[in-house]
């Protein structure tokens, strides 16, 4: 079975400052993806970034970048100059054959950026 | 607009009154998903559509939840003699075919509420 952790309930940081958000993911399948979305507290479920588990290099889009310690089995996200729009939940989300190719979705991080 | 919507957006029912919420995919995606969502969760999944392929309902909570997808195209989620426990969010996403590198694209939700 494949599981997503997320432990941390709430971050804060200050706007324009760097943050990570935690996810460790758990599966036997060699080959998976991994996934962050942003949801807003409109509800509406964002796609951030995604890295697959042969990709060698860190993903990156634009402020998202994802942190990718295969052997450590984690995939956390990096916010770099945070603006106050990036208060949300944020959730780690992973895919693999063993799962059906359902997407198994974290418990998420609630980020809240201070002026 | 091209994206995933929903109807209704919001739904307030009496326990044990029988509830429908629709979800239109994006136009040619073949894979459908419903989604969870209780109040400061993370997604549980439900049920997928991929095609004319039987559904994978393993997700399901129990027999009164029931989905069709008719045509390939919109899918109707029904949820018989509602019970309190069921006040959630139900998220719609679709995506192309399925695949394990594929972001899904969610609705905006609706959000039920069982007096």
């Known amino acids: 079975a494949q599981k997503i952790t997320q432990t941390q309930p709430g971050m804060f940081v200050q706007e324009k400052e760097a943050v990570t958000l935690d996810c460790t993911y758990d599966t036997s399948d060699q080959s998976y993806g991994l996934f962050w979305y942003k949801q807003p507290s409109s509800g509406e479920m964002i796609f951030l970034i995604y890295?697959?588990?042969?990709?060698?290099q860190n993903a990156t889009e634009g402020r998202y970048s994802l942190n990718f310690q295969k052997a450590r089995k984690s995939a956390n996200l990096v916010i770099s100059a945070s603006q106050l729009g990036d208060s949300a939940m944020y959730f780690c989300a992973m895919r693999s054959p063993g799962g059906s190719y359902i997407p198994t979705f974290g418990r998420g991080t609630s980020l809240i950026v201070h002026p | 607009g091209a994206g995933v919507s929903q109807s209704p957006s919001n739904k307030v029912t009496e326990k044990g009154k029988d509830v429908e919420l629709r979800c239109d995919p994006i136009s040619g995606h073949t894979a459908l998903y419903w989604y969870r969502q209780s109040l400061g969760q993370g997604l549980e999944f439900l049920i997928y559509?991929?095609?004319?392929?039987?559904?994978?309902k393993s997700g399901l909570p129990s027999d009164r939840f029931s989905a069709e997808r008719t045509g390939g195209s919109v899918s109707t989620l029904t949820i018989q003699r509602t019970q309190q426990e069921d006040s959630a969010v139900y998220l719609c996403a679709s995506s192309s075919f399925g695949g394990m590198e594929e972001t899904q694209y969610f609705g905006p939700g609706t959000r039920l509420l069982v007096l």
């Open positions: 559509f991929q095609g004319n392929s039987a559904p994978d």
């Open positions: 890295q697959g588990s042969y990709d060698e």
